[in-house]
């Protein structure tokens, strides 16, 4: 398991990133490794860097450029999920084993959703290597890596966080590449929404299992979410303006937390409007 994620994270080449674990990589067969870097290694050709171009809107998906561009952004997001969770593996390598089998299936999805967006963005005649590639999630892994709820403060960022978000982001791009006529992209996002959902199911079961290792049974989802999500992120990056209720309750996550996040918002909104109630285009 370790040697299969420190090879993700020491290579730089995508296709040994993109290579995915043998029955035998999710035994614990070989020592505890070192702290794992904050950075992974790339080539140059996919290296990351700060900033990037805003991701065309949902409408604007009848150019084909624009299109591209989506592909290679989620392609590129799917790939850092990988690392990070090859990452979080190395970093906390006493969890217990089924919650780090539980990160090793999840990255192996995540490797397939990699895969899924380059085929396709390779169908508009392009690839990874044609974009700029941002830093993203890498920026928050010393936060979640320094933080005192230790490996809970991964699960709330990538499992509570990004991926819950991506609960309503891919339905949405299913039915603007859909509306354009790009079928088979499509299809990409909706199996990785379906996917995502049960990613978010494990994370949340995850983090109640480390709450009650950690003496915090009593508490309650939102109370965990928070005592472990790491600033600057917030629940208010946990959705999208289409707020898909329904998947959050397909993944288990109680209605409480729900109506959490629903109603989350960004400091910047708080600065901006302090007395606001819920969105009208949140509500599902």
Known sequence: MFAFCSRILEAGDLATKLAPPTAEDFEETDPPPDAPPLRPARDPDIAMRGGVEALPKPGALNDPSARALCLARFAHHELMAVEMFAWAILRWPDLPIEIRR?????????????????????????????????????????????????????????????????????????????????EASARACEQVHREEIEHVRFAAIALRTLGELDGLGGLDDVALYERSI???????????????????EQAGLSPVFIEYVRSARSPQELRAHPDAGPRSEDRS
Do not use: I
């Open 230 to 248: 790491p600033f600057p992120l917030s629940a208010a990056r946990a959705k999208g303006r289409r707020f898909d209720a329904r998947a959050r």
């Open 102 to 182: 539980g990160f090793l299936g999840t990255l192996r999805d995540e490797q397939k959703h990699c895969r899924l967006y380059l085929d396709r963005l390779a169908a508009h005649g392009e690839s990874l290597t044609d974009h700029v590639l941002s830093d993203y999630f890498w920026k928050h892994a010393s936060a979640m890596s320094e933080s005192p709820a230790g490996a809970a403060s991964f699960l709330a960022s990538m499992g509570l966080t990004f991926e819950q978000g991506n609960l309503d982001f891919s339905p949405v791009y299913r039915d603007a590449f859909r509306a354009s006529g790009d």
